[in-house]
């Protein structure tokens, strides 16, 4: 008998298995959470976000789509709550709006667009709250606006 083909088989069998992942519940939610979860998989529990059927909250990127596919909404999610970047944009794929959460609070700059494209507002906020004076509006046309109810004049 020739030992060539029986010595291959050996050498080559466990680096053949040891390549091959294993998938375990933990693995997949890993993966889940790097790559974000369609927001129909999750749900709301008094302000806490959860996988359905879980009773851990929820951490890792959540999007949801418009009915044409295209992405409308992105936001990271730490403990079940809104924390980093949101992101959201027209069915036409132009941005809509971003903003940032720290620990489920908005914090930081928030920014919208209007579907042209031409900012519409921006402001930002610490601890869930506006801070004064720093809001600025547009019209539809990017000229600036004193106030959000002449945005849409």
């Not at 008998?1 to 466990?14: A, C, D, E």
């Amino acid at each position: 008998m020739n030992p060539l083909p029986l010595f291959l088989i050996i050498v080559s069998l466990p680096l053949l298995l040891g390549g091959c992942e294993k998938f375990t519940v933990e693995s997949v939610a890993v993966q889940k959470a790097i790559e974000g979860v369609n927001a129909e998989e999750v749900e709301e529990r008094e302000d806490i976000v959860y996988l359905k059927g879980s009773d851990t909250p929820y951490t890792g990127k959540v999007f949801a789509l418009h009915p044409n596919g295209q992405k409308a909404e992105e936001a990271n999610i730490k403990d079940g709550k809104p924390d980093g970047l949101a992101v959201g944009w027209y069915e036409d794929g132009q941005k809509k709006g971003e903003g940032n959460w720290k620990d489920g609070k908005k914090d930081g700059l928030f920014v919208e667009w209007h579907e042209n494209g031409q900012k519409k507002l921006e402001g930002n906020y610490k601890d869930n709250k506006g801070i004064k004076g720093s809001s600025k509006f547009w019209n539809n046309k990017g000229e600036p606006v004193d106030s959000y109810k002449e945005v849409y004049k």
